[in-house]
């Protein structure tokens, strides 16, 4: 795929139904290999809508938006900053999208924050069965930290830690 062009920029509040709606997509282009297919079109959609509702686009984060040139949002980053080490909780790209560097373009602009803000590390968790994520991470200068337990939208699921050196 060609690269896609796209403005690296704060997410606002005003972005919130973008993000949802392709959150919403990622999800179920990628998350079949551990989700059913009802809990993808009937259960997700909710689910996606009260955990963006809850978001304030604070100072506790770090989100981020991919801006193509027709105003549409074409990937995001979310990270978690009210810990000690920031959690990537979400990086997705428009499936339609994929492949034309805008998820490395997040990541970088993600952890390139992070160090501004003095972190020294982030770290995120993808699914062990999600291997185009997982080798995406790995070859954007992620370190596998190993496989733990998590849930997925109340599934227990197994999934990779991997962490991030931001010096």
Known sequence: MRPVTARIRPATARDRRAIIALHLASWQ???GIELPQ???SD???G???DKWTGRTFGADQVT?????PNGDV???VCALTDRAVPLIDNLHVDPARRGGGLGKRLLQAVNAALAEQGFRQSEL???SRNTRAYAFYLANGGEDEGEEPDTLVGKAVRVRRIAFALE
Do not use: K
Request: no cysteine; net charge negative.
């Open 29 to 31: 282009s990628s998350y």
């Open 38 to 40: 009802h809990v993808l």
């Open 43 to 45: 259960v997700l959609p």
């Open 47 to 49: 689910y996606l809508a």
């Open 64 to 68: 981020l938006v991919a801006e193509v």
């Open 74 to 76: 074409a990937g995001f």
């Open 125 to 127: 968790t993808v699914l």
